[in-house]
């Protein structure tokens, strides 16, 4: 069972910056993806940025140019660097991870961190 605790969410203002940790259980290149999804109000979640096999950074559309997805394996940590935020980017931000065992996929989630960007 991987943990993930995500934390550096908050109140921003359009065109303002904010980055976001999540902290693994573990190591994060023992992870086959960790990465970010963001989750509305109706529970629609959208994915925003992953690393895959430890090195490929992938970004959905809406993120691209704007958000830098990074991670640090001394502290098990991966964060997403956000610049230009709009109030469209109003979300939660939940952290993820996929293991494959054995054929098996494996996700784990965290608990989500509240970004709110105000004009």
């Known amino acids: 069972q991987v943990q993930l605790a995500e934390s550096g969410g908050g109140l921003v203002q359009v065109g303002g910056s904010l980055t976001l940790s999540c902290a693994a259980s573990?190591?994060?290149?023992?992870?086959?993806?960790i990465g970010w999804y963001r989750q509305s109000p109706g529970n629609q979640r959208e994915l925003v940025a992953r690393?895959?096999?430890?090195?490929?950074?992938d970004y959905a559309e809406s993120a691209k140019g704007r958000f830098t997805i990074s991670g640090d394996n001394a502290k098990n940590t991966v964060y997403l660097h956000m610049k230009s935020l709009k109030p469209e980017d109003t979300f939660v931000y939940l952290c993820?991870?996929?293991?494959?065992?054995?054929?098996?996929?494996?996700?784990?989630w965290g608990q989500g961190t509240q970004v709110t960007v105000v004009s």
């Open positions: 573990e190591s994060i290149f023992s992870l086959n993806v």
């Open positions: 690393i895959i096999d430890g090195s490929e950074a």
């Open positions: 993820y991870a996929e293991r494959y065992d054995e054929g098996l996929k494996y996700m784990y």
